[in-house]
């Protein structure tokens, strides 16, 4: 694991868009797996201003997004297809029959799951997957408890997750209490990940999932096991890492980041 500790939000999140346009530069077709939420949108703002200026093109990507609502279709404004669409797909040269999430619709649970499971490994997998992380430890949807070999399921979430979300919805009480979410292992199983972490509320929980026990309690730890990751923070959020020093040396001394620098 690598980790790279930004002076602010802002930076933090155009290194994340270097990163992911970086990719998408040096593998015009990269599978490039997404993340929704407030920490993802100046990502998702970068990237359209780079596509715009003609610094990366998307025409040849493919999208598979981490999670969405039970019983939310497209249109709704609370969907992470509504989203993503209004955040990035809209406003870049993608096509949308190349963007993938699961259908919130889906009657049938278990089939939707291992059909979004198929369309990931028909694509040959993801080579890049973008995480944010919740502040009980979540990625995706995995909540607590989460096996680290899950693949893509419903789960009921946490009430500490619906009452963090529930206030992007109105009326709150209309929060779905279920959610499609890419397993643990479908995590795990991506060639690469970038996970960013921003804000001093989830400077604990940042912590925890770097330096902390690898534990299912905290899905976000899973990222221990992963051969390829970089986790990205601001200041707020790596306040409270033991080994906040040396990660700054070591990105300052580390080749392979000299042209972020």
């Not at 596509?51 to 039970?70: A, I, P, R």
């Not at 028909?122 to 693949?151: C, R, T, V, Y």
């Not at 292992?185 to 770097?210: E, P």
């Not at 096991?225 to 970089?230: E, R």
Request: charged share 20%.
């Amino acid at each position: 694991m690598e980790v790279i500790i930004c002076e602010n939000s802002k930076k933090a999140a155009r290194l994340t868009a270097k990163m992911i346009a970086n990719a998408i530069n040096e593998k015009p077709n990269l599978v490039l797996g997404l993340a929704t939420g407030a920490t993802m949108e100046p990502v998702y703002a970068e990237l359209v201003q780079m596509n715009c200026s003609g610094k990366v093109d998307f025409k040849d990507v493919t999208t598979f997004n981490l999670d969405e609502y039970v019983g939310l279709g497209p249109n709704n404004k609370n969907s992470y297809r509504y989203y993503m669409d209004s955040n990035l797909f809209d406003k870049i040269n993608i096509k949308k029959e190349n963007t993938h999430l699961p259908n919130g619709l889906a009657l049938d649970y278990n089939e939707e799951a291992d059909k979004y499971e198929f369309m990931i490994n028909n694509a040959g997998g993801i080579d890049l997957q973008l995480l944010g992380i919740g502040n009980d430890g979540h990625i995706g949807f995995n909540e607590p408890m989460s096996s680290f070999a899950s693949k893509t399921r419903v789960k009921v979430l946490t009430p500490e997750t619906y009452e963090q979300n529930c206030i992007y919805f109105n009326p709150p009480e209309s929060m779905p209490k279920l959610a499609f979410t890419m397993g643990v292992g479908t995590i795990l199983n991506s060639k690469q990940i970038v996970m960013l972490i921003t804000g001093k509320k989830k400077a604990n929980i940042a912590t925890q999932a770097i330096e902390g026990p690898l534990t299912s309690m905290v899905t976000g730890s899973a990222i221990q096991l992963h051969q390829n990751v970089t986790v990205i923070l601001d200041e707020d959020a790596a306040s409270n890492l033991k080994m906040k020093d040396y990660y700054n040396f070591a990105f300052k001394n580390n080749p392979k980041w000299q042209r972020y620098q």
